[in-house]
């Protein structure tokens, strides 16, 4: 008696979830059909006529490589322009006023959907950095009528720029920007891979020891901040072009996590990314063995799988220390 009493409880149970299931089905179709117009717009969809045409895969991949190329050619010309008229005015020894981007008004300035900013397009700014004074040499007005003739000629062009070796940069349009905070071209990976185009094996070895957490000499961080700042500066310069390994030290040897003890990794912007919050995460500890980090430094370049394709590269190990092994007299 029980187990018939169960099975016609299940009967119903399942009888009524298929119900409850077609009930709600039926006010879905209902909305679809009266809310949303499903119905008319498929009746309307159906009675539109279309012709069927054919796709030369060959021809077409032709013409998208043919439009790629002028556009690509059309930037390397707008650069050309740049630097010839850039080197017209350096021969000239035109030096003109700063007008840093962090004294403009942004009441003076119009949204631009370009640019998705608020920008003056008859004018450009500059940015400095921190070891750069107002007064260093800047053609940035000279180049305006250049970076206006472009972005007539070319409508869709975006940002233009003009980086010196002072440490200056020219930007065109004229933005706001919130503070006169540092700002150093000559460390962005544009600029190094314009001045140093030859792919680098670069190393970063960072001395965590004890020690660096004293203050640096003429500054009011430590030596562990500074060094991490002078780390950071130069992941953040390379180019996917470049390859980078991080070590940090001080009586043992360490890592970042992965792969990245096994040899040098690409610097694209997600290995910089991780590198550079391993460099963060640091912190001064133990004592100093300068022997087993150079060790280490040289196993990178070793491990580091050739690359036969390419011209030689530079490499380059980045020593960050404050020169005081304990490990010195261990030969």
């Known amino acids: 008696m029980i187990l018939v009493a169960c099975l016609l409880c299940g009967v119903f149970t399942l009888r009524?979830?298929?119900?409850?299931?077609?009930?709600?089905?039926?006010?879905?179709?209902?909305?679809?059909?009266?809310?949303?117009?499903?119905?008319?717009?498929?009746?309307?969809?159906?009675?539109?006529?279309?012709?069927?045409?054919?796709?030369?895969?060959?021809?077409?991949?032709?013409?998208?490589?043919?439009?790629?190329?002028?556009?690509?050619?059309?930037?390397?010309?707008?650069?050309?322009?740049?630097?010839?008229?850039?080197?017209?005015?350096?021969?000239?020894?035109?030096?003109?006023?700063?007008?840093?981007?962090?004294?403009?008004?942004?009441?003076?300035?119009?949204?631009?959907?370009?640019?998705?900013?608020?920008?003056?397009?008859?004018?450009?700014?500059?940015?400095?950095a921190s070891t750069t004074s107002t007064g260093q040499f800047n053609i940035g007005?000279?180049?305006l009528s250049s970076f206006e003739g472009n972005l007539k000629s070319n409508p869709t062009l975006k940002w233009q720029y003009f980086g010196s070796q002072e440490g200056l940069i020219s930007i065109y349009p004229a933005f706001q920007v919130a503070k006169c905070d540092s700002?150093?071209?000559?460390?962005?990976?544009?600029?190094?891979?314009?001045?140093?185009?030859?792919?680098?094996?670069?190393?970063?070895?960072?001395?965590?020891?004890?020690?660096?957490?004293?203050?640096?000499?003429g500054s009011s961080s430590s030596r562990m901040e500074l060094a991490k700042e002078a780390a950071k500066t130069v992941l953040?310069?390379?180019?996917?072009?470049?390859?980078?390994?991080?070590?940090?030290?001080?009586?043992?040897?360490?890592?970042p996590t992965g792969c990245y003890k096994n040899g040098l990794a690409t610097a694209t912007t997600d290995n910089v990314e991780k590198l550079t919050t391993f460099v963060d995460n640091l912190y001064p500890t133990g004592s100093t063995n300068y022997k087993a980090s150079l060790s280490a430094a040289f196993d990178l370049f070793i491990d580091a799988f050739p690359l036969s394709n390419q011209n030689p590269r530079h490499k380059v190990i980045l020593f960050l220390t404050d020169g005081d092994p304990t490990d010195r007299k261990s030969g």
């Open 16 to 128: 009524a979830s298929s119900q409850a299931a077609q009930s709600f089905s039926n006010v879905l179709n209902a909305f679809a059909n009266d809310g949303l117009g499903v119905n008319d717009l498929q009746s309307e969809y159906d009675r539109l006529g279309y012709t069927s045409t054919g796709v030369d895969a060959r021809n077409t991949l032709s013409e998208l490589s043919t439009a790629i190329n002028r556009k690509f050619q059309d930037r390397k010309s707008i650069a050309l322009r740049l630097r010839a008229e850039a080197e017209k005015h350096l021969r000239n020894g035109v030096n003109n006023a700063v007008d840093e981007c962090c004294h403009l008004s942004r009441s003076s300035l119009t949204y631009d959907s370009r640019f998705s900013d608020h920008v003056d397009v008859n004018r450009q700014c500059n940015r400095l």
């Open 141 to 143: 007005d000279e180049l």
């Open 183 to 217: 700002y150093d071209p000559r460390f962005r990976p544009w600029y190094v891979s314009a001045a140093v185009p030859e792919p680098k094996d670069v190393v970063l070895v960072i001395d965590q020891s004890g020690s660096m957490s004293d203050i640096g000499r």
């Open 236 to 255: 953040y310069s390379l180019s996917p072009n470049d390859r980078v390994g991080v070590i940090a030290f001080s009586n043992i040897v360490r890592f």
